[in-house]
């Protein structure tokens, strides 16, 4: 039978969650009893019993009352009188849709405050009972000298408890439930006067038999089940139409058979990408999509075993897999951070600053990945920016964006080249050497970093505060606007906060917005109107707050205020909030939590074992600056609720144990995790030595490549063999940290882009776009391969990008005498121009995790960043790929 306390966190309303009784807090001071021996457990118990004791009652009383006021408002409403006298009969009919739906949710209301009464009255008597049972236990130690009381605390609470309201919840609701279970049958008649115009029975303590309610009884939702169906239905329902539209397009293609070069094969194969780009554009995983395709064109014999799966054996594949290894580990011994602290410095001009930070960030980015170099430098620029006074949204989106431009300069680089080189060998053609592409691409890089250093000031000048507001108090309430900001529900549980103010208690003083910050405050399950600076708060008011990650680290400290979980999971019950970490997570496309409900979080991932305390959505606009700051709030936006559902690239700040951090640092459900505040013990800093080592070894890896002195992966593989020899890594670490899910993307990629080469699909794509643009001659094409690539890349995955795009190049280069590696060059640079939208590409994302920005920032940025860049490469290739 499941323990009651979980029975209670299974079946409680949400809403209430925060005024039922602290269950398993009160068991953590009983085991605290039990540990430690001590009269401070012993009292703590009892004090934490007696607040819950009240809360209880509190909350029970104002529901009842407000109950009480909507069924008066409702009688009013609906009665009709038949004659006159002060016992006239009267009806209450529910005339319209809107009535009948009123008087259904003030019923559910009323079965949901009654149940909220007994699963408290029970909690009261179960705990008391343990608190019993432990106390016998420690009775019978000698040493300890404790006296069991003549009375057990189990009956002293069920005898306290029963003079409480809520104790008689049963009772007092009756006669509320009957008179609205009339209405909802459409009673025609009930005696005037015997609900509301005398004294409700429920407020008179009447001895009427209780309603038989069982403990712990979920009450029944039926239209959340229906919203859960209707969603089903609805998510089927659109899947089933992007189907049908791809089958009816092939279908009519099919029919009208516009080349003779395609046949039913092509159509198959066809129909096998349409699908493919539709589940890309649902945000289905890449390489579970790709690699469906492949296993379909395959067991449909379109495609051979040995050209479906042959990508596994392929050099670049496999060099793909290492490098990351290799990055994973160089990354792991803090060279990164060891050479930025040198290089930086505490420039004082704004395009200084940045081109400090952008040359050693390219050169970095030429042998380790971009998205290691973003991760490791995303703190190194949060506490750098606050040093030398710029905002580090001057940062972080053109970092992103040098990063992808940069890596193009060395065929080893990005995993996107690595493809492109690897299709370039399976169709018999010329590979490109190491750093073929090292001219375009550094000339790119060069326009792309004097682009955005004249260009971001300017296009987020927002970020900028003058010189002569530095001192304004309205400052703070300015650049909090201008950072990331969570949805937060804190609790007052110290005695010292009662009777305080918001002002005096220190509250608003932490909080950057002040009183802006705080969205409503909640008191027993009303709302307060008038919110100002002088609101008294008491013991148990909710406060709704939407504060910046720095609000969150202060309130997380704040004593007497406790921040309840957003995501139903238990506030934590440990007594030592001390050893806790604060961690901010942003959720990635593969994380299991992505589609489901906030409140339903823990479910989906139990081995977090650490509740949500605050949300941002992925495309939260940030408040505007038009209101008074002491002005009462207009309207209440509480922000998130357990109802909300999680997105890729939403934030999340988590109440987590000292290991969690360690353990889901590197896991794939994260684009960024990053501890705010640590309760533990800090981690050991990281060896130079072995850092030095590790940068020598990345250093040796780049030279034999280099040099042609061994190929890519033989290259690869010497360097881990030295990593583990110095023992900057081992065979496990080397297994974790193998990134299968990329080399299956990779892997379906090259068989779906074989079967459209193979099947004449790609020939007739090439045609078509050679008819209409031949006019505007070679230019024109790279132009268009240049547009067709960007185009795909704000939606698709580069990898899938490159083996679409690449059968075209190859049609074209054949048809019109164009090099090939011009078009492949043009290739590779555009589809690293992933640079309209924060989505498009990982290190964007990071980006836009902390820096504060905007949606449509991308795309303001990005947008003539890319037009510089096809200025740039698509001349740049031709003068280097002449022939």
Same mark, same amino acid.
């Given at each position: 039978?499941?323990?009651?306390?979980?029975l209670?966190?299974t079946?409680?309303?949400?809403?209430?969650?925060?005024?039922?009784?602290?269950?398993?807090?009160l068991?953590g001071?009983?085991?605290?009893?039990?540990q430690?021996?001590?009269d401070k457990?012993?009292?703590m118990f009892?004090?934490?019993l007696e607040?819950?004791?009240q809360?209880?009652?509190?909350?029970?009383?104002?529901?009842?009352?407000?109950?009480?006021t909507?069924?008066?408002?409702?009688h009013?409403?609906?009665?009709?009188?038949?004659g006159?006298?002060?016992e006239?009969?009267?009806?209450d009919?529910?005339?319209?849709a809107?009535?009948?739906n009123?008087?259904k949710?003030?019923?559910?209301?009323i079965?949901?405050?009654?149940?909220?009464?007994?699963?408290?009255?029970?909690?009261?008597?179960?705990?008391a009972?343990?608190?019993?049972?432990?106390l016998?236990?420690?009775a019978?130690?000698?040493?300890?000298g404790f006296?069991?009381?003549?009375?057990?605390?189990q009956d002293?609470?069920v005898?306290?408890?029963?003079?409480?309201p809520?104790?008689?919840?049963?009772?007092?609701l009756n006669?509320m439930m009957?008179?609205?279970?009339k209405?909802?049958?459409?009673?025609t008649?009930s005696r005037?006067?015997s609900f509301?115009t005398?004294?409700?029975?429920f407020?008179?303590g009447?001895?009427?038999?209780p309603?038989e309610?069982?403990l712990l009884?979920?009450p029944?939702?039926?239209w959340?089940?229906?919203?859960?169906?209707?969603?089903k239905?609805?998510?089927?329902?659109?899947?089933?139409?992007?189907?049908a539209l791809?089958?009816a397009i092939?279908?009519?293609?099919?029919m009208f058979?516009p080349?003779?070069k395609l046949?039913h094969?092509s159509?198959?194969?066809?129909?096998v990408?349409?699908?493919?780009?539709c589940?890309?554009?649902?945000q289905f995983?890449?390489d579970?999509?790709?690699?469906?395709a492949?296993l379909?064109?395959?067991?449909g014999g379109i495609l051979?075993?040995d050209?479906?799966?042959?990508?596994?054996?392929?050099?670049v594949?496999l060099?793909v897999?290492? %490098?990351?290894?290799?990055?994973y580990?160089?990354?792991k011994t803090?060279v990164?951070?060891i050479?930025?602290s040198? %290089?930086?410095?505490?420039?004082?001009s704004?395009?200084i600053?940045?081109?400090?930070?952008?040359?050693?960030s390219?050169?970095?980015?030429v042998c380790i990945?971009?998205?290691?170099?973003?991760s490791c430098?995303?703190t190194?620029i949060d506490?750098?920016?606050?040093?030398?006074?710029?905002?580090k949204?001057?940062?972080?989106m053109?970092?992103s964006?040098?990063l992808l431009?940069s890596?193009t300069f060395?065929?080893?680089s990005t995993?996107?080249?690595?493809?492109a080189?690897?299709?370039?060998?399976?169709?018999?053609?010329?590979?490109?050497?190491?750093?073929?592409l090292?001219l375009?691409?550094?000339?790119?890089?060069?326009?792309?970093?004097a682009?955005?250093?004249i260009?971001?000031?300017?296009?987020?000048?927002?970020?900028k505060?003058?010189e002569g507001?530095?001192s304004?108090p309205r400052?703070?309430?300015f650049?909090?606007r201008l950072?990331n900001?969570?949805?937060?529900?804190?609790?007052?549980?110290g005695?010292? %906060?009662k009777?305080?103010?918001?002002?005096?208690?220190? %509250?608003l003083d932490k909080l950057?917005?002040?009183?802006?910050?705080i969205?409503?405050?909640?008191?027993?399950g009303?709302?307060l109107?008038?919110?100002?600076?002088?609101?008294?708060?008491?013991?148990d008011?909710?406060?709704w707050v939407?504060?910046?990650?720095?609000?969150?680290?202060?309130?997380?400290?704040f004593?007497?205020?406790?921040?309840?979980?957003?995501?139903?999971?238990d506030e934590w019950?440990?007594?030592?909030q001390?050893?806790r970490?604060?961690v901010e997570?942003?959720?990635?496309?593969e994380s299991?939590?992505v589609?489901h409900r906030?409140?339903s979080?823990k479910?989906?991932?139990?081995?977090f074992?650490?509740?949500?305390?605050?949300y941002?959505?992925?495309?939260e606009e940030?408040?505007?600056d038009?209101?008074s700051?002491?002005s009462p709030?207009q309207s209440v936006?509480?922000?998130a609720?357990?109802?909300t559902?999680?997105?890729?690239?939403?934030?999340?700040i988590?109440?987590?144990s000292?290991?969690?951090?360690?353990n889901?640092?590197?896991?794939?459900?994260f684009?960024?995790?990053?501890k705010?505040?640590?309760?533990g013990?800090?981690?050991?800093?990281n060896?130079?030595?072995?850092?030095?080592?590790?940068?020598c070894i990345?250093?040796g890896?780049i030279l034999?490549?280099s040099?042609?002195t061994?190929?890519?992966?033989?290259a690869?593989m010497v360097s881990?063999?030295a990593?583990?020899?110095?023992?900057?890594?081992?065979?496990?670490s080397?297994v974790?940290a193998i990134?299968?899910?990329?080399?299956f993307?990779?892997?379906?990629a090259?068989?779906?882009g074989?079967a459209?080469?193979?099947?004449?699909v790609?020939t007739?794509?090439a045609?078509?776009l050679?008819?209409?643009?031949?006019?505007?001659?070679?230019?024109g094409l790279l132009v268009a391969v240049?547009?067709s690539?960007?185009?795909?890349?704000?939606?698709?995955h580069?990898?899938?990008?490159?083996v679409l795009?690449?059968p075209?190049?190859?049609?074209v280069?054949?048809?019109?005498g164009?090099?090939?590696?011009?078009?492949?060059g043009?290739?590779?640079?555009?589809?690293?121009c992933?640079?309209l939208?924060?989505?498009s590409?990982?290190?964007?994302?990071?980006?836009y995790?902390?820096?504060?920005?905007q949606f449509a920032?991308?795309?303001?940025?990005?947008?003539g960043l890319?037009?510089?860049?096809?200025?740039?490469?698509?001349?740049?290739?031709?003068?280097?790929?002449p022939?």
């Amino acid at each position: 039978m499941p323990e009651y306390g979980e029975l209670l966190k299974t079946n409680c309303v949400w809403e209430w969650k925060p005024y039922y009784l602290n269950y398993d807090r009160l068991k953590g001071w009983i085991k605290e009893m039990e540990q430690s021996k001590s009269d401070k457990a012993i009292n703590m118990f009892h004090e934490e019993l007696e607040m819950s004791l009240q809360r209880v009652h509190q909350f029970y009383v104002t529901q009842e009352k407000l109950l009480q006021t909507r069924w008066q408002a409702y009688h009013d409403k609906t009665r009709t009188h038949s004659g006159i006298g002060e016992e006239e009969e009267m009806v209450d009919i529910p005339s319209t849709a809107k009535e009948h739906n009123e008087l259904k949710v003030l019923h559910e209301d009323i079965s949901k405050l009654q149940i909220f009464a007994e699963q408290n009255a029970e909690g009261f008597r179960k705990i008391a009972k343990k608190y019993d049972k432990n106390l016998k236990v420690l009775a019978k130690d000698p040493e300890l000298g404790f006296n069991l009381p003549d009375q057990s605390l189990q009956d002293r609470v069920v005898s306290a408890v029963q003079r409480y309201p809520f104790a008689r919840a049963a009772e007092r609701l009756n006669a509320m439930m009957e008179a609205v279970k009339k209405g909802e049958r459409g009673a025609t008649r009930s005696r005037a006067g015997s609900f509301l115009t005398r004294r409700p029975s429920f407020m008179q303590g009447t001895t009427q038999e209780p309603l038989e309610v069982p403990l712990l009884l979920k009450p029944d939702k039926p239209w959340k089940q229906s919203m859960s169906m209707a969603r089903k239905i609805q998510r089927f329902t659109r899947g089933t139409k992007s189907v049908a539209l791809v089958t009816a397009i092939v279908g009519a293609l099919w029919m009208f058979n516009p080349s003779p070069k395609l046949t039913h094969t092509s159509y198959v194969v066809i129909w096998v990408t349409g699908m493919v780009l539709c589940f890309l554009v649902r945000q289905f995983s890449p390489d579970i999509v790709l690699m469906a395709a492949t296993l379909s064109l395959t067991v449909g014999g379109i495609l051979k075993q040995d050209q479906a799966w042959s990508a596994f054996s392929n050099d670049v594949v496999l060099s793909v897999a290492g %490098l990351g290894v290799v990055a994973y580990a160089v990354e792991k011994t803090g060279v990164i951070d060891i050479v930025f602290s040198v %290089l930086l410095g505490k420039p004082k001009s704004l395009p200084i600053a940045m081109l400090r930070l952008f040359a050693p960030s390219i050169i970095l980015n030429v042998c380790i990945s971009n998205t290691c170099v973003m991760s490791c430098l995303m703190t190194v620029i949060d506490k750098w920016s606050t040093e030398i006074g710029h905002p580090k949204a001057f940062f972080l989106m053109p970092l992103s964006y040098l990063l992808l431009i940069s890596g193009t300069f060395a065929i080893f680089s990005t995993s996107t080249n690595l493809i492109a080189q690897g299709l370039l060998y399976s169709h018999g053609l010329p590979p490109f050497d190491n750093f073929d592409l090292a001219l375009p691409a550094l000339c790119c890089t060069f326009v792309a970093m004097a682009y955005l250093t004249i260009a971001t000031p300017i296009l987020l000048k927002r970020f900028k505060v003058a010189e002569g507001s530095l001192s304004s108090p309205r400052r703070g309430t300015f650049l909090s606007r201008l950072q990331n900001r969570y949805d937060v529900r804190l609790q007052v549980t110290g005695r010292l %906060l009662k009777g305080q103010t918001l002002k005096s208690s220190g %509250l608003l003083d932490k909080l950057k917005g002040e009183l802006r910050d705080i969205c409503a405050i909640e008191r027993y399950g009303a709302f307060l109107p008038g919110l100002t600076k002088d609101h008294v708060l008491e013991l148990d008011d909710i406060l709704w707050v939407r504060t910046t990650v720095e609000g969150v680290i202060k309130m997380f400290q704040f004593s007497g205020i406790s921040m309840l979980a957003l995501d139903l999971s238990d506030e934590w019950a440990t007594l030592d909030q001390s050893s806790r970490d604060l961690v901010e997570a942003v959720l990635d496309k593969e994380s299991p939590l992505v589609g489901h409900r906030l409140g339903s979080a823990k479910k989906h991932r139990p081995d977090f074992d650490c509740p949500i305390i605050a949300y941002r959505a992925f495309n939260e606009e940030q408040g505007d600056d038009t209101a008074s700051v002491d002005s009462p709030l207009q309207s209440v936006d509480i922000g998130a609720t357990p109802e909300t559902r999680l997105q890729r690239g939403d934030h999340i700040i988590l109440n987590a144990s000292s290991t969690f951090y360690k353990n889901f640092k590197d896991s794939g459900d994260f684009v960024v995790l990053r501890k705010l505040h640590s309760g533990g013990e800090e981690e050991d800093p990281n060896d130079k030595t072995r850092a030095i080592v590790a940068g020598c070894i990345l250093l040796g890896l780049i030279l034999l490549v280099s040099t042609s002195t061994l190929p890519l992966l033989e290259a690869v593989m010497v360097s881990l063999a030295a990593m583990i020899f110095f023992n900057i890594t081992n065979m496990d670490s080397i297994v974790k940290a193998i990134k299968l899910r990329t080399v299956f993307t990779i892997v379906g990629a090259f068989g779906l882009g074989k079967a459209i080469g193979q099947e004449g699909v790609a020939t007739v794509l090439a045609e078509l776009l050679i008819y209409l643009l031949s006019p505007f001659g070679s230019r024109g094409l790279l132009v268009a391969v240049f547009v067709s690539t960007v185009a795909l890349g704000i939606i698709f995955h580069g990898t899938a990008v490159v083996v679409l795009m690449f059968p075209i190049c190859m049609e074209v280069a054949q048809s019109m005498g164009i090099p090939i590696h011009q078009l492949v060059g043009v290739l590779c640079i555009s589809v690293s121009c992933q640079m309209l939208s924060p989505i498009s590409y990982q290190t964007n994302l990071m980006a836009y995790s902390t820096g504060g920005y905007q949606f449509a920032d991308f795309t303001k940025v990005g947008a003539g960043l890319v037009l510089c860049i096809a200025m740039v490469s698509i001349p740049m290739c031709e003068w280097q790929f002449p022939h």
